[in-house]
Every structure is written in structure tokens, then in C-alpha cells.
């Protein structure tokens, strides 16, 4: 849009003028200078960011040595620039008055002397603009346009256009490929936005297109492509800003999407920031095509092309891919550590350690399981009277125990689906969630809609197969051993602690099962069977076991085949998927939080740190006086500390004042805290995963763009058009160039377009003269004629 100049009596706009337009100062002092020359009493109560945002000066009211071009394209201010140049009288009388009130007699002379060349100037700059106003102060002198200048601030158009449809997640398309008879009928998106800006008075839209032809867009998928482009670099570079002041990070991979009608994975940076809190950040989406070898090298290149990082600083990884997805996710996460090995794998503080466990397996029981929990949240997300029908199930089934009918419902509010204990509460929700979807696809009071009513259908039908029962209790026996290892991880800082220290615990008993597989599964089948006759459900075969293996004449039992099937991949898996999650480097790193002064204390101030710090040497500031400050921050907190409460996070531990005298001991605390087993403590700092979920579920698949998503998610960040336009221009100077001879080619056929019309028009006229017998005319005639070629 245009800017207007705030001072009085001044009506220069950008649209009209090639001058420069200043915003406002956000200092206060020379704000309120500013406000005071211009004249403007309308604006003395407005804060100064108020006026830097909304308000401008153009450049008429400065001295020309307080004005400065950095580039073709860019004007600039002095810092300590103050706005003295106005057609103000009463502001000069007011400084005559004072001036004459504060000098001294003596010194008035020598005042008036010193300012004679002053006053000549102002005299001759008043003159200058008032020669070219008539007498109601309005300037009236022509203004022409530059194409560059006209480029420049189309492309300005453009750009705020696009990055407000990207953070109100407005699509740029308005249909889909597969509508093309709505294509026809109206405009993208981003087309019907631009007219609707000409018409609010955007002039340099309109200049810009006014010649042009009827069929003409208004931006080319080509240019508008380009300005995507130079948007995500633009919120890279402020989002990897703080990123590289800490040097540090993490990857974090989440769940395979669809973008732009490819599978893509969603890449979050974990990082701690200048406050010291712990970040998660979205920075964009990396496609999922080719063999590992060709991922790993495109989310390198990610990382350190598109995001400037520096892979040596990456400390930890973690990925939330589920199915087939995963195997492959996990297959690039480990090149990596290959390559880089201080960037051990962790599990993500976002997601409880069993949910984890049981999405990294690929067996069709688990998938089925994982796919009904998943239908199971959403279907009871869409109406509270769902959730209803569900908690009377619970009172029918639990009539003679209230108290676990209470707790059962309260998980039902809880997001049951993801706690740790999902299988859990699962199995003693089965037959309530079972009664409940029978009802619901009934139906007999017509309450529900065809579609709910089928999605119920749909549920039960999953719920009621063996297979789904054998492999929801073989889940919950299997990964009962490391359910209370995982809610240690998602707790304090103490517990992450002394949960890596029981470890060795969880897969001792898993290990255990596994050498004994045949008693456990002989327990686990037997309560499945047992489930199942409740429910009224065969124990039978998998049809589709029957479908892959041919026909050899012998009978498969249940049993048998359920432990080779689900039991023992079940166990194996979940004994080798913690043993990758926690490696030995992993667990040194946990080790190091003993750095924590209330872990020291539980601890009782015997810990060795020196050798689980190892594997971060080179990130200290100073490895040699390591162990001397050691010894320091041990005798600090030991001995100082009576009636003094211990930070017991890592995030209060960096807060404290004194801590910088630790300069080796903050450095690896801030090293660990880049862990992604870390939860995000602060909500402004954990938006990000939230923003992506939202859009996923609000925007169609047809209409998903990756830039856009990138905008929407990171919409916090403040978006210079100014700076968008100069790197859009120095990134694609060819393409701005064409803008530039595409405007000259349209003034130069509008005026072709003109003469050729008047050329038909004075033909006719001498043809039509000399039939009518007017001879004396065409003396007069080629005169007029020549002058129009």
C-alpha cells in the first residue's frame, strides 16, 4: 500500500513521488522530536512503536547530509537524523519566539549572524517547494514514476500479499486440479487478493497492469514460485539467527505428511536460545524419495545449505515416524551417527516411550492396533456426545466397581491414546468401547449421522477381531517393563537421572521374557482367549495368513501361530529399539546431569563427572581447567548452601548469576539441554508441533504447500518487504529485468495502439470529406495527418 507523509501540510505519498518515506524512530526521545517538527498534536499521545509501524516522513523534511543511499534500491537515515524542513509557519514563529526570549541582547547580533546562511537556505528550500504548490498548499507539480521504482514496489505488493495468505493459511489456489470446471468460473486465491487490492487503491498494481492485456496474470506460477523462494529464505535466516549464536542443536523427524502431492517429513531444530530456554522450531519439509543413502544426504544439505548449520554442532536426533516409514527414518538417522557420532540418537520428550516403541514396529497386529487407537481419538474428538455414549458404556460395564469406572472415564479426557499406560487402560476399555461402537452403528433412535454411524461400524469391526486382541495384550505385557522407565524420562531433570541408571533393569526382565518365551506367551494367549470370550470373538487365524502361505495340508494353530507371529517379533523388537535409543553415548550424556545441583545433592556430592564428560571435550571453552572447576562447583553447593533452595533443572541452573564464572560447567549444560529427551518447558516455545498439526487438519491435501506451511507455523516472525524485494531482486535479476521491459513493451504498444487508431480515424474523416465535395479541408487534412505519424 502506499505510504503517506505524516507531517502538516504535507500531502506527498509514495505513489506519486519517487522521494523516500522514513518510519518513525522507535526511540523515545527523538520519537517525541520527530512528532513535535512535524506539528501533528494528534499524534504526541501515540507510543513510538505505534508511530514506526503506521506513520512515515518523506524525505522533503530532512537536510541532504542526514540522508544516505546504501544501494540502487535502498535509502537510508543517519542514526541521530532529526526532521527540521517543514511549511510550517506557526513552527517558526514559535522558534523565533523562543530564540528571542532565551538570547541575550548582547548576543543577538552575533545570533543573527551566524544564521543568516541557515536562514538563506531555509528561504530558498521554502521558496523552492512553495513555487511548486499553488495557494491552498497542495503540491501540484508532476510526478513521474521510474519503472525501477514501479518494479520495486509491485513486487512489494506481491510479497505482502503472499506472506498474509501464508500466516492466515489462506490457500493460493482456490480449487483443486481435479475441479476444472470451478477453475473456470473463478479466480486462484492469489489472483482474486491482487484485484482486490487494485481496486482499494493499490496505484502501483494498477499502473503496473492497466496496459496490459485482458488475459494477462498478475503474477506468473513461474515469478510466483521465485517469491516463495525468497520468503523461506527469509524466515530461515530469522528463525537460524539464535540457532547459530548457540552454535548447538538438534534434528528432531517428525511423522510422513503429504505436501504438494509428495511424501515428505517434517524437520524441527532443537536449540537453546539467548534466554536460555529450550527451543523447537520448524524450519521446513524434506522429501521422501530414493534409497537411505540419497535422504541422508538430503537432509544434510538441508540442514547446512538451506539453514547455514554446521552439522559437527548437531547433538542429538530423534524421529516419530510410525510403520514402514520407520525403518527407513531410522536407517538415515543411524548414517548420520556414523557421520557425525556426537548426534546420538534419543527418544522425543514429545511422544511417551512405549507409543514410540510400538510405531517403530512393522507387524500387520501392532499396525492394526496403532491405526484403531488413532481412528479411536478421532472419532470421539468430533462431538462431547460421543464422548458421552462412551463413559454410559463404562457405568453399564462397571456397575459393581464405581471407583474404576471413575478413573476409566477420567483417562477418556486425558488423551488416553498417547500416555504411557495406553495399553493399559486399552485393554480395560475394550469392552466398553465395543458395547459403545454397537450402539452407535445401530442406531435406533436415529441420533447419529451415516457418516458417524459408519465410522463406528468401521471400529467395531477391528475391535472384534482376535488379532487385534492378542497383539493389544501381548503390547501391554511386553511393554509394561518400560513403561515406568519412559514417564521417568518425560519428568525432571532428577528423574531422567536415575532413569538412565535403570536401564540395565528393563532390559535384564526383557531379556528375561525373551529366554522364556514360551511361559509368558502360554499366560499372554491365555488371557487374550479369555478377553475374547467375553467379547463374544472367535479365536481364529488371520484370513490373510491363510492368503499368503499356499495350501501344505496341515493346520496352523492359534497359539502357535500367534507367538511366532506377535509375541516373539514383539519382544525382540522392543529389547533391540532400546538399545539403540540408549547408547552408550546417550547414556554418558544423561550420566552428566549429576552437574545439577540437586541431582549433586541427592547424590551427596560423590559423583565423577569427568569421565561421562568425555565424548563433549571439544565443546568445553577450556578442557584443561576442567576438573578444577569441577571441584569448585562441588565446593560451591556443598558448602554454601544452607537454607538455600538447589536449582534442580537444568534451565534454573543457567539462570543463575554467578554461573558464568563456571564458563566450562555452563557451556555442557547447555550442550546436554539440546537433547531432544528434554521436554519443552516454555508453551511459546513448543508451538511450533502444534501449528503443524493444526494445519495439517485444516488444510485439504490438493491445497497443502510447503512454503505456505512454512509461513503459517512460523507466523511469529516478523516479515521485511523491503528486504524480501532486494533479495528477491539480486537473487533473480533476469526475471526482474523482463518486469522492467515488460512495463516499457506495454506504454510503448499503448501508444502504437493510439496512433494507429487515430491514423483510421483521420482516413476516414478525409475519405468521407472529399465525397462530400469539402476540398478546402484537405488542404488542412495531411497536415494534421503528418502529425500524428
Known amino acids: 500500500m502506499p505510504n503517506f507523509c505524516a507531517a502538516l501540510n504535507c500531502s506527498r505519498n509514495s505513489t506519486h513521488s519517487v522521494l523516500a518515506f522514513f518510519r518513525f524512530p522507535r526511540d523515545p526521545e527523538r520519537c517525541k522530536k520527530w512528532v513535535e517538527n512535524c506539528s501533528r498534536s494528534d499524534l504526541k499521545d501515540k507510543t ?25 534500491f535502498r535509502t537510508v537515515l543517519k542514526d541521530n537524523a532529526i526532521p527540521t524542513i517543514f511549511d510550517n509557519p506557526s513552527l ?4 523565533n519566539e523562543t530564540e528571542n526570549m532565551d538570547a541575550p541582547e548582547a548576543k543577538k547580533s552575533k545570533a543573527d549572524s551566524q544564521s543568516e546562511p541557515a536562514k538563506d537556505n531555509s528561504e530558498a528550500t521554502t521558496k523552492e517547494i512553495s513555487e511548486s504548490k499553488n495557494g491552498d498548499g497542495v503540491d501540484r507539480s508532476p510526478q513521474v514514476i521510474d519503472e525501477e521504482t514501479l518494479n520495486k514496489e509491485y513486487l512489494k505488493s506481491l510479497f505482502d500479499v503472499v506472506v498474509m495468505m501464508g500466516t492466515q493459511n489462506i490457500p493460493l489456489h482456490g480449487h483443486s486440479d481435479k475441479e476444472p470446471r470451478s477453475k473456470s468460473f473463478t479466480p486462484s486465491n492469489f489472483q482474486a487478493l491482487l484485484e482486490y487490492r487494485i481496486n482499494a487503491g ?6 503496473k497492469f492497466e496496459g496490459s492485456p485482458v488475459n494477462l496474470e498478475y503474477c506468473s506460477s513461474t ?17 537460524m539467527a539464535e540457532v547459530k549464536e548457540g552454535r548447538f542443536f538438534s534434528l528432531v523427524v517428525d511423522n510422513l505428511v503429504e505436501i504438494g502431492g509428495e511424501s515428505r517429513l517434517p524437520l524441527f531444530i532443537r536449540f537453546v536460545d539467548k534466554t536460555n530456554w529450550l527451543r523447537e522450531e520448524f524450519v521446513g519439509f524434506l522429501p521422501f524419495e530414493g534409497d537411505v543413502e540419497a535422504i541422508t544426504k538430503r537432509l544434510i544439505g538441508e540442514v547446512t545449505e538451506k539453514c547455514g548449520l554446521d552439522m559437527q554442532y548437531c547433538r542429538g536426533q530423534a524421529y516419530l515416524c510410525s510403520g514402514v516409514s520407520a525403518m527407513k527414518v531410522k536407517a538415515v538417522v543411524a548414517r548420520i551417527a556414523e557421520l557425525h557420532p556426537l548426534a546420538v540418537l534419543t527418544p522425543c520428550s514429545s511422544c511417551s516411550l512405549n507409543i514410540c516403541l510400538a510405531n517403530t514396529m512393522t507387524f500387520t497386529g501392532v499396525h492394526l492396533v496403532m491405526s484403531t487407537l488413532k481412528k479411536l ?54 469392552e466398553s468401547l465395543l458395547l459403545c461402537m454397537d450402539s452407535i452403528h445401530d442406531n435406533e433412535d436415529h441420533k447419529w449421522s451415516d457418516e458417524v454411524a459408519h465410522n463406528a ?25 518400560s513403561r515406568a522407565f519412559g514417564k521417568n524420562l518425560q519428568g525432571q531433570t532428577n528423574e531422567v537421572f536415575f532413569a538412565s541408571s535403570s536401564l540395565t533393569a528393563v532390559l535384564h526382565s526383557l531379556n528375561e521374557v525373551y529366554e522364556n518365551i514360551e511361559v509368558y506367551h502360554e499366560f499372554w494367549f491365555e488371557e487374550a482367549v479369555n478377553l475374547a470370550a467375553a467379547l463374544e470373538i472367535p479365536v481364529k487365524v488371520p484370513r490373510l495368513y491363510f492368503r499368503k502361505r499356499p495350501t501344505s495340508g496341515e493346520e496352523i494353530q492359534p497359539e502357535i501361530y500367534y507367538k511366532e507371529q506377535v509375541t516373539l517379533p514383539v519382544v525382540s523388537h522392543a529389547i533391540k529399539e532400546l538399545s539403540d535409543l540408549f547408547s552408550e553415548n546417550h547414556l554418558k550424556a544423561l550420566k552428566s546431569l549429576s552437574l545439577v545441583p540437586a541431582i549433586m545433592g541427592q547424590l551427596k556430592f560423590n559423583t565423577a563427572e569427568e569421565t561421562s564428560v568425555d565424548i563433549y571435550k571439544d565443546d568445553l571453552l577450556n578442557p584443561d581447567t576442567f576438573p578444577a ?45 539440546n537433547l531432544p529427551v528434554f521436554a519443552l518447558t516454555n508453551d511459546k516455545c513448543s508451538t511450533a508441533k502444534q501449528r503443524l498439526t493444526a494445519y495439517l487438519e485444516d488444510t485439504p491435501v490438493h491445497h497443502r504447500n510447503k512454503s505456505m506451511a512454512l509461513f503459517y507455523i512460523n507466523c511469529a516472525i516478523k516479515h521485511d518487504l523491503d528486504s524480501m524485494v532486494e533479495k528477491y531482486l539480486k537473487m533473480y535479476p533476469d526475471t526482474a529485468q523482463s518486469l522492467i521491459l515488460q512495463y516499457d513493451d506495454f506504454c510503448q504498444s499503448a501508444v502504437y495502439n493510439f496512433a494507429a487508431i487515430f491514423f483510421l480515424l483521420l482516413l476516414f474523416v478525409y475519405s468521407h470529406t472529399r465525397l462530400a465535395g469539402l476540398e478546402p479541408f484537405l488542404i488542412v487534412l495531411p497536415f494534421h495527418l503528418t502529425w500524428c505519424i
Open 92 to 95: 517558526k514563529r514559535s522558534n
Open 202 to 207: 493499490d496505484e502501483f498494481l494498477r499502473k
Open 223 to 239: 515469478q510466483l514460485q521465485q517469491m516463495l523462494e525468497v520468503i523461506e529464505n527469509c524466515v530461515r535466516e530469522e528463525l
Open 457 to 481: 461400524f468401521v471400529i467395531s469391526e477391528a475391535l472384534a477381531d482376535f488379532e487385534f486382541v492378542m497383539t493389544l495384550v501381548v503390547l501391554k505385557n511386553t511393554l509394561s517393563f
Open 377 to 430: 481419538d478421532v472419532f470421539f474428538s468430533k462431538s462431547p456426545l460421543l464422548q458421552n455414549q462412551l463413559e454410559s458404556a463404562i457405568s453399564i460395564y462397571y456397575q459393581g466397581n464405581e471407583e474404576k469406572a471413575n478413573v476409566l472415564k477420567g483417562a477418556c479426557y486425558s488423551k488416553w491414546t498417547e500416555q504411557h499406560d495406553t495399553f493399559e487402560v486399552a485393554v480395560d476399555l475394550l
Open 48 to 72: 513510538p512503536d505505534h508511530l514506526n509501524k503506521y506513520h512515515r516522513l518523506c524525505a522533503r523534511h530532512f537536510e541532504p547530509n542526514l540522508i544516505t543511499k546504501t544501494s540502487p
Open 629 to 673: 572447576e569441577l571441584h569448585c562447583w562441588k565446593i560451591k553447593w556443598k558448602h554454601g548452601t544452607k537454607d538455600v533452595v538447589l536449582p534442580s533443572t537444568i534451565y534454573e541452573t543457567l539462570q543463575l548469576s554467578d554461573v558464568k564464572f563456571f564458563p566450562n560447567v555452563c557451556a555442557l549444560l547447555k550442550v546436554l539441554y
